[in-house]
């Protein structure tokens, strides 16, 4: 089956430092998902990418769909205490029109030090 | 108004009973679905529901038993309740095209 390799595991960050983080698959996907998930909360999606080599920012977060369709990215800019949590990538490949399975990376645990 | 919502957020329960863990959306969403999320943070998906159909079924034991009665509800039967079963499960919801799931908050299992 597919298979997701997100690395790092965890990050201890200066605030205001720069954060990268990326994910590689063993197949191609035609959507990476960026997500961020909260302590007792569900993942809450960041940034979405239909097309490879799309480079896509929302806010300080900036994330790229890999051209070779098998990894993606995610940069955080300026760190701030709020960003801590976990990351998760998430890539879907949509074939024939019904499946809608995501599968997810192990996640990044961020710490930012205020 | 909350998006995707799950009841209860807590389940503490003995082993060999039978819960049950409820989803609502007020997307409109066609797509629902149920993951579960261990200890180590793992997201896995257990089943899928278009428009009420099962489209995906992840090798799940049979002691799971979703239940879509209709396109904006997807709830979770799990029998004879087991020790490993304790987890996080989260319910989710997207729309047919090709797009990102939201998430409810979650509920946390716990078998004891």
């Known amino acids: 089956g597919q298979q997701l390799n997100q690395s790092p595991q965890s990050m201890f960050i200066q605030e205001g430092e720069d954060v990268s983080m990326n994910c590689t698959s063993s197949?191609?996907?035609?959507?990476w998902l960026w997500y961020k998930q909260d302590p007792g909360e569900g993942p809450v999606l960041l940034i979405a990418l239909y097309k490879a080599g799309e480079l896509t920012s929302n806010g300080r977060l900036t994330a790229q769909f890999g051209i070779t369709r098998k990894d993606s990215f995610l940069n955080i800019s300026a760190s701030i205490p709020s960003d801590v949590g976990i990351y998760f990538c998430?890539?879907?490949?949509?074939?024939?029109?019904?499946?809608?399975?995501?599968?997810f990376g192990k996640g990044t645990l961020l710490t930012v030090n205020p | 108004d909350t998006a995707v919502s799950q009841t209860p957020k807590y389940l503490v329960t003995q082993m060999g009973n039978d819960k049950s863990i409820k989803c609502e959306q007020n997307?409109?969403?066609?797509?629902m679905y149920w993951y579960k999320q261990d200890s180590k943070k793992f997201l896995k998906i257990m089943f899928s529901?278009?428009?009420?159909?099962?489209?995906i079924n992840e090798t799940v034991p049979n002691r799971f038993s979703p239940k879509s009665p209709d396109k904006a509800h997807l709830n979770l039967h799990i029998n004879s309740l087991e020790l490993g079963d304790s987890a996080v499960y989260f319910c989710?919801?997207?729309?047919?095209?090709?797009?990102?799931?939201?998430f409810g908050s979650g509920t946390r299992l716990t078998v004891v």
């Open positions: 529901y278009n428009n009420k159909e099962l489209i």
């Open positions: 197949s191609i996907f035609n959507t």
């Open positions: 989710a919801s997207s729309p047919r095209e090709n797009y990102g799931y939201t």
């Open positions: 998430a890539g879907q490949l949509v074939s024939g029109g019904s499946n809608y399975k995501l599968t």
């Open positions: 997307l409109g969403h066609d797509t």
